[in-house]
């Protein structure tokens, strides 16, 4: 059956150098695919210091702005795209609060993570964002549309 636009609404998620460092790769992914959404893009990255200056490029005016970009190109990172039904808001939600002490226990920074510098993943915070993170880390050909026998169920 042919998916509504809504159904295509894709999300970039970043697994950052201390989530991958702390194997919680297969946790997070596994999230994402329990609930449904669907898988569109995945590769292993090492950024490098400039790379991660574009990607937070919206919050160079910030303190601690050096600290976050040399921690993003520290290490490996797993760039995904998701697709599905709201999954830029409720994948924010699946992800918790930024700093971890204030995020619900059940999402993934309230059960795995305790410090703002630490906080194990990122989410795109909006269509927008989602759109130019998606182009920042993804070539086109990258992004794959496929059916899976689960769509039919879910929506
Ligand atoms: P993200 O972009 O990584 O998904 O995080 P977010 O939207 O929840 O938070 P944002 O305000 O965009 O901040 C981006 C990342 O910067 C780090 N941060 N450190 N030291 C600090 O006070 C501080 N504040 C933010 C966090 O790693 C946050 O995820």
Redesign the pocket.
Known sequence: QELSAAELERTFIAI?PDGVQRGLIAEIIARFERKGYKLVAIKLVHPTKDFAEKH?D??KA???FN??TD?LSSGPVVAMVWEGQGVIKYG?KM?G???PLASEPGTIRGDFAIA????I?????GPETAKDEIALWFKPEELLTYKKETDKWLY
């Open positions: 950052k937070y919206d919050l910030r303190p601690f600290g976050l921690f924010r992800i609060a930024t700093a703002v510098g630490r906080n993943i990122h989410g795109s915070d």
